[in-house]
């Protein structure tokens, strides 16, 4: 599987719609702006078919250090962005997987 930058995204978008690629950037920019916003505010980002972004708190824990594993390290609470795919979503990349265990 291939790794898709927001460059090849902007390309693909401007190659379908006929707009310049430096108004879909515009667009993109915009949108990845405004998303983080809402999030960074608390809110939930809903996109239909698609899915939505949840602010989530990760509860403080103890863990290990990872330069010194016998020593116990404190965790703080701190949040965190999660991704709830949407049903359409789901659907595509559900169908994917024999593609994939046929090319390993």
């Known amino acids: ?9 902007v390309t693909q978008i401007s190659n379908k719609t006929n707009m310049g690629q430096a108004q879909v950037l515009e667009v993109l920019e915009s ?18 078919n698609f899915g939505s972004f949840q602010v989530r708190e990760m509860k ?3 863990g290990r250090n990872p330069k010194n594993p016998g020593l116990d390290m404190k965790i ?11 049903k359409e979503m789901k659907e ?13």
């Open 31 to 48: 949108f990845l702006s405004t998303v983080t916003t809402e999030l960074a505010d608390g809110n939930t980002v809903v996109i239909r």
């Open 92 to 104: 595509k990349v559900a169908r994917i997987l024999p593609v994939i265990q046929q090319a390993s």
């Open 76 to 86: 703080p609470p701190r949040a965190v962005v999660k991704f709830k795919p949407g």
């Open 60 to 62: 403080g824990k103890i």
């Open 1 to 9: 599987m291939d790794t898709i930058t927001k460059r090849d995204l």
